[in-house]
């Protein structure tokens, strides 16, 4: 006796209440993906009538299937309806649905609570929902006695509350079910959590704790301390790393975006919780604070910051006393080695020479004479154990609203030692920077793009071959020179300044060389004419990258949320995606060449009035334990050669 054929238990029993039958049928969830599909949803009762325009090819194999079956012991009215249609016409099955897509900027709103407390929220749907608190807070508003707190507080986030310990805290968290964070940067500090829609609650409620109630306890602190020291120490054994870190301290000397990201290691022992509750006291006020959701209701949004941030009280804090006198702290001004640039004299003493300055020498644009390398670590309060530096009596203020300015100067780190593996190369690491524009400005797409343009990358790629190879930094220095290891542009945009530049590493024996092709290439963005000045296809091929880089990123739901949180922390508002598309589509050659020669020529004229100067910072490897100085006046004529930055 020939065997009843069944067929899949979903297909016999029919499509349960609230099921996607365009899922079940195995079609892509998207609609854009097909011209043919539009996506209902199917009741017990039956198939709707507007099934007749989304069953396509899939759906007629189904009914082959079923035909050809011996018998058939239950029959869904799914396929009962099915099968009454005698054919499939082709009017049918190509009849094409109308998509358009929401403009997640139609979502956005934007409230302010009576406290000062923003609240921004994106209701794009999903099974996702993202949290966040932003506050401004960061290592550039740090004066003496906070230096390094930024660091350190992001990791005491989420540790034991006035409610819950530690481990409670730890539970509560892994049972929302998704991913949360604390993390700080020059600029802003961001706790941040993707969970369920059903836990945005809870998840509010957990982020509220942590930031009002913490407990801070000292065996907490100290074991972050002990964290803290060993990631400083395996940061600065990574030149790729340390680096970037180091751009800043040389372009923003003894001021505000210059100051150190990672807590400087002599200060560990100078944070406790004292320090930590001055920081809080300052930087944790309602109108530095917002809040954003992706993927909530503004109105369920509202409720949740009124109920759990609405009761911050405001208060006038005197920034000048910040930090000067810090509740039950024992710190005291002369525990800290941090030289400041108002005192009247700040020495640096060596065994072979003494250098006496306003301003750290080491750093100073006008010298032509480089400190010893002893007093870099001195002057970045690395790890060494007595520092010569002398500091003020008095601490500078506090003052969230001090500009940051721009010095420019040239850095020189110790030789790297050899590789320990002898397949490993030497490598000496350079980078290369301007001032540049800020978030706010208009021509910051034009910046983006040019960075595009510039590309670059290391001599093997991991993302294969055709990612990003007709960037400029590729096919001028990676595809022409064998000596060079890794060429990339970068950009860093801030409130009020911003960092544009190369970073390079190259075999020891090619470091003028190095230089010289970076600045070549930076100086060639800024011809007019010649087969080295802008083309229409390598633009046009950097604003789509761009553009899709943007729409693609935004994509991710925390991406979304950060995005959200910083736009209306920094410009009290949310540009759309359609605004920031659009800017990116109507650049022009004449607009990229502009703000080459803008940023370039050192012409930029930010609010902090920087120098103009070029920024260098240079690590080189010994090559077989022969040291090789690149010497910053060689530098200084080679960058002026290109006619790149101001003099």
Excluded at 456 to 468: D, E, L
Excluded at 486 to 496: E, K, L, Q, R
Excluded at 533 to 550: D, G, H, I, P, T
């Amino acid at each position: 006796m020939q065997k009843q054929r069944r067929l899949r238990p979903a297909v016999m029993n029919g499509i349960p209440e609230g099921k996607d039958f365009a899922n079940l049928l195995g079609y892509p969830r998207h609609a854009e993906h097909t011209g043919r599909l539009h996506r209902h949803r199917v009741g017990g009762e039956g198939i709707q009538r507007t099934y007749k325009y989304t069953l396509a090819m899939r759906t007629c194999s189904l009914l082959r299937a079923v035909t050809r079956a011996s018998s058939i012991s239950i029959c869904p009215p799914v396929l009962k309806s099915a099968l009454r249609l005698k054919r499939f016409s082709t009017k049918c099955i190509n009849r094409n649905i109308s998509f358009s897509p929401v403009d997640p900027s139609k979502l956005d709103e934007i409230s302010t609570l009576s406290n000062g407390v923003r609240v921004a929220t994106e209701a794009l749907p999903g099974h996702f929902s993202g949290i966040g608190v932003f506050i401004d807070a960061g290592s550039r508003f740090e004066n003496e006695n906070l230096r390094g707190v930024s660091h350190i507080i992001d990791r005491l986030a989420f540790k034991s509350t006035q409610n819950r310990s530690s481990d409670e805290m730890l539970q509560v968290m892994e049972s929302l079910g998704g991913n949360i964070n604390c993390a700080s940067s020059r600029e802003s500090l961001m706790y941040q959590c993707a969970t369920f829609n059903s836990a945005v609650p809870n998840a509010v409620a957990i982020m509220a704790e942590t930031i009002r109630d913490p407990l801070i306890k000292e065996s907490e602190i100290q074991e972050q301390l002990e964290t803290a020291a060993y990631e400083i120490g395996e940061i600065w054994s990574k030149p790729d790393l340390i680096l970037p870190e180091l751009v800043h301290t040389a372009a923003y000397k003894g001021n505000t975006l210059g100051n150190p990201l990672l807590c400087p290691k002599e200060r560990l022992s100078c944070i406790n919780k004292g320090v930590i509750e001055a920081y809080r006291k300052f930087f944790f006020q309602p109108e530095r604070i917002v809040l954003a959701f992706a993927g909530v209701e503004h109105y369920e949004a509202l409720k949740l910051v009124e109920n759990y941030f609405g009761d911050i009280p405001i208060t006038h804090i005197n920034q000048s006393s910040i930090g000067l006198q810090t509740f039950d702290s024992p710190l005291t001004h002369n525990q800290i080695n941090l030289p400041h640039p108002s005192s009247s004299q700040v020495q640096f003493n060596a065994s072979s020479s003494q250098i006496s300055s306003s301003t750290p020498s080491i750093l100073a644009q006008t010298s032509t004479k480089i400190a010893p390398r002893a007093t870099f670590y001195n002057y970045l309060s690395t790890w060494a154990a007595d520092s010569p530096v002398q500091i003020p009596d008095f601490p500078s203020p506090l003052d969230s609203l001090q500009p940051s300015h721009y010095t420019g100067g040239f850095l020189s780190l110790p030789n790297l030692p050899p590789p320990t593996n002898p397949s490993f190369p030497a490598l000496t690491h350079i980078h290369l920077a301007f001032e540049s524009l800020p978030i706010s400005s208009e021509d910051i797409y034009a910046l983006a793009t040019i960075q595009t343009l510039l590309g670059g990358g290391g001599s093997f790629s991991a993302g294969g071959p055709g990612k990003g190879m007709y960037s400029r930094l590729y096919t001028n220095v990676l595809n022409q020179h064998g000596w060079v290891e890794s060429c990339v542009a970068f950009n860093h945009s801030y409130t009020d300044s911003g960092l544009f530049g190369i970073s390079a590493s190259c075999v020891p024996a090619y470091v003028p060389q190095m230089l010289d092709v970076m600045c070549r290439e930076l100086h060639a963005l800024t011809l007019e004419n010649g087969p080295y000045c802008l083309q229409n296809v390598e633009v046009k091929r950097a604003k789509n990258q761009l553009r899709s880089s943007l729409l693609m990123n935004l994509e991710s739901r925390m991406v979304e949320l950060e995005d959200l949180g910083r736009q209306v922390q920094v410009h009290g508002k949310k540009i759309s995606l359609k605004e920031m598309c659009h800017s990116i589509d109507r650049l022009t050659i004449s607009d990229l060449r502009r703000v080459a020669k803008l940023v370039f020529g050192g012409m930029v004229k930010n609010l902090g009035c920087g120098s103009g100067a070029p920024t260098v910072v240079l690590q080189e490897c010994a090559d077989q334990g022969t040291e090789k100085e690149f010497k910053w006046e060689t530098i200084q004529d080679l960058i002026a050669s290109w006619n790149l930055g101001r003099t």
